[in-house]
């Protein structure tokens, strides 16, 4: 099995705790700052820590419509998540799984680095095409700056 990662950072000027909050209300947050990309997101399993499976559907904005995934870790200490998305048209027939390691690193200047490093198992010696790397990276950053946006007009939600 092919195995390829992806990283990037984004830098902010919002604290680690309060974005690490805003990403466990993931659920109701990105649908809501997000639409084109997420519908809705619902747990079917467990309690919102590790062990949940969540149910994802995809808006019209993404060229696929469905996914499922397990949230592996919840650290609120080290403002980190993992999760596996591990079934669904997300995984486009080439991956057997995705995983997220997704963290939230505090900066001298009170802000904090948003940090995601995702490792795509690949089916066999599949190689995702760089249009589909890049296709994550920029949802990824799409929704980061929709709920720092959210995150700034509500200041007292997170």
């Known amino acids: 099995m092919a195995v ?4 990037f950072e984004i830098a902010s000027s919002l604290p680690a705790s309060k974005f690490f909050n805003a990403y466990r209300d993931f659920n109701n947050i990105a649908p809501k700052v997000n639409p084109e990309t997420y519908k809705t997101l619902v747990d ?3 309690d919102g820590g ?3 499976i969540r149910d994802i559907s995809f808006g019209d904005g993404v060229p696929f419509t469905n996914g499922k995934l397990k949230l592996d870790v919840v650290d609120s200490n080290n403002f ?16 057997d799984s995705m995983t997220h390691h997704v963290k939230f690193i505090p900066s001298p200047d009170g802000g904090c680095v948003y940090k995601t490093t995702v490792v795509y198992n690949c089916k ?3 190689q995702l095409p760089e249009e589909a ?14 709920i720092e946006g959210f995150i700034h007009a509500n200041p007292q939600t997170y």
Not at 4 to 7: A, D
Not at 133 to 146: D, H, I, Q, S
């Open 124 to 126: 066999g010696e599949t």
């Open 44 to 46: 079917i399993e467990g």
């Open 80 to 95: 980190s998540i993992i999760y596996t998305i591990f079934e669904g048209d997300i995984l486009m027939g080439q991956l």
């Open 50 to 52: 590790a062990g949940t």
């Open 133 to 146: 790397l890049n296709m994550v990276k920029e949802g990824f950053k799409k929704t980061f700056n929709a």
């Open 4 to 7: 390829i990662t992806s990283e």
